[in-house]
């Protein structure tokens, strides 16, 4: 089975306008809003692609509920824990004149250790034969360190776990070997303490890639946006450009590509297959408001080149 964790869920507002002004009332075209959070993303996708989840998640007030039932009309298990105060609501306001896209994005609520203690009454009962998907941001009164805790679970419970967070104690997670991990560039710069002066090169990314791998990551899906998105482990090194088009949104993309990636692979497609389709779908979300339908994808994929850099093909 698998289950996504979501620590800091939200609801995302998109709103499109031709200006944005200060000190005067801003007329939009349009707005969207949609139940969100990088794991909650990760369920959406896997589900429209025939994989069921349950999606593990902690929140409050009416913008939790909004998102679990949403989820639940989508077809999608969940094991939601209540907290005090309000799940967040994010802003994301594309600019047209000025080609533009501004993302506001709240904290969220606090969260306290009985809660937290709760949702891990849950994470306990995984075994060998599940799939434990950790992505995003942790609401406040979460330690990054969890993560920890989450990958010495996977370990002694056999549950695999994947992880996509920005936080640096992905690399203390290694050790512990995560299935797969999908940083992107910045978060390569950051775990590596790499200086903002310092412009990485496509040789570095697959060299800090593969020394993940060396510590212990069994594989790495390291999106590089508009340049595509590298695969590695120990035996292959595969690279994907991203296809062409207008960008409206980068908030969902990396988690329709992981979720796709996943997917495809659970159904047994190829890294080379599972690569494309992903960048494919990644792209197609990021043309659109909201998560890609995939009525796109397989002419988006026609664009995709997958490129083998190391390893046979098998």
Not at 266 to 275: C, F, K, P, R
């Amino acid at each position: 089975m698998f289950y996504t964790c979501t620590l800091n869920p939200a609801i995302d507002l998109f709103i499109d306008t031709n200006k944005l002004l200060p000190n005067t009332v801003n007329r939009t075209n349009n707005y969207d809003v949609i139940a969100n959070g990088k794991g909650v993303n990760v369920s959406l996708i896997l589900k429209k692609l025939g994989i069921d989840s349950c999606a593990l998640s902690i929140g409050g007030g009416f913008t939790f509920h909004f998102i679990e039932d949403y989820l639940h009309e989508q077809g999608i298990d969940t094991h939601f824990i209540q907290t005090e105060g309000t799940t967040r609501i994010n802003v994301f306001t594309r600019v047209r004149e000025a080609d533009l896209e501004y993302k506001l994005v709240n904290p969220g609520p606090q969260v306290s250790k009985e809660t937290l203690d709760s949702l891990m009454t849950k994470i306990y009962t995984l075994n060998s034969d599940d799939f434990l998907i950790v992505s995003g941001s942790f609401a406040k009164g979460i330690s990054p360190d969890q993560l920890i805790t989450l990958a010495e679970l996977s370990s002694a419970q056999g549950f695999q776990l994947i992880v996509d967070t920005s936080y640096t104690t992905v690399m203390d997670c290694l050790p512990y070997k995560p299935l797969l991990i999908k940083p992107n560039e910045e978060e390569i710069a950051s775990w590596f303490e790499i200086s903002d002066e310092v412009e990485l090169t496509f040789d570095d990314y697959i060299h800090y890639a593969k020394i993940l791998i060396t510590k212990g990551a069994q594989n790495i899906l390291l999106s590089l946006g508009s340049q595509g998105a590298l695969f590695i482990n120990k035996d292959t090194v595969l690279y994907g450009n991203a296809p062409k088009g207008k960008v409206i949104n980068t908030a969902c993309s990396g988690d329709t590509m992981l979720g796709t990636f996943i997917a495809y692979c659970q159904q047994g497609s190829s890294y080379e297959e599972a690569l494309r389709y992903s960048l494919a779908a990644g792209s197609s979300t990021a043309f659109t408001t909201a998560l890609t339908d995939f009525t796109d994808t397989d002419d988006l994929a026609k664009e995709i080149s997958i490129k083998r850099i190391e390893g046979a093909q098998k």
